[in-house]
T-cell receptor, first 110, second 116 residues
């Protein structure tokens, strides 16, 4: 399978609940980034975590990185209907190009 | 400061025609990346360019696809003799510098190509 696989592929939750999605990758990385994409739109950069960092917060987002397991998680706390989107992790190794996973489609029901 | 601009936003072509997709990076950014997204899939890297140079084209199909980033003007992704399988969303991203230890790429809104 490719670098940067998200799990689960789809997630349906009630507004106010937390949403957790995971990303696994195969090779060494410089950093890992999470993006959001609303249906039919471009990507919005959410957060970047470097390979020497273990956890990072931004508002209601919390990202962890475990380089020994080659995995990352994105937690969205107190979800809102506006959080409905697809979420992608992307890894950057040498050479600047980003390798994206297949995404997690999150539906937040009001 | 305007973000990454792409045009057109939607492009319809018949099989065998040429498609030209344009990308203007953010002001001050000298690095441009093109990605392709098929329906219900993640983005796939195509090519990485700096002004007048192709740095990495490992994701570009060997035939019909080409990209440039001239000294003046936008970056162009060109697809010759399009086929139905080329239908996808094509995203451009830009970044300011590759010498830092991390590289945040800013994405444009994409061009949705439909080949009839």
């Amino acid at each position: 399978s490719q670098q940067g696989e998200e799990d689960p592929q789809a997630l349906s939750i009630q507004e106010g609940e937390n949403a957790t999605m995971n990303c696994s990758y195969k090779t060494s990385i410089n950093n890992l980034q999470w993006y959001r994409q609303n249906s039919g739109r471009g990507l919005v950069h959410l957060i970047l975590i470097r390979s020497n960092e273990r956890e990072k917060h931004s508002g209601r987002l919390r990202v962890t990185l475990d380089t020994s397991k080659k995995s990352s998680s994105l937690l969205i706390t107190a979800s809102r209907a506006a959080d409905t989107a697809s979420y992608f992790c992307a890894t950057e190794a040498a050479g600047n190009k980003l390798t994206f996973g297949g995404g997690t489609r999150v539906l937040v029901k009001p | 400061n305007a973000g990454v601009m792409q045009n057109p936003r939607h492009l319809v072509r018949r099989r065998g025609q040429e498609a030209r997709l344009r990308c203007s990076p953010m002001k001050g950014h000298s690095h441009v990346y093109w990605y392709r997204q098929l329906p219900e899939e993640g983005l796939k890297f195509m090519v990485y360019l700096q002004k007048e140079n192709i740095i990495d084209e490992s994701g570009m199909p060997k035939e019909r696809f080409s990209a440039e980033f001239p000294k003046e003007g936008p970056s162009i992704l060109r697809i010759q003799q399009v086929v139905r399988g080329d239908s996808a969303a094509y995203f451009c991203a830009s970044s300011p510098d590759s010498s830092s230890s991390y590289n945040e790429q800013f994405f444009g809104p994409g061009t949705r190509l439909t080949v009839l």
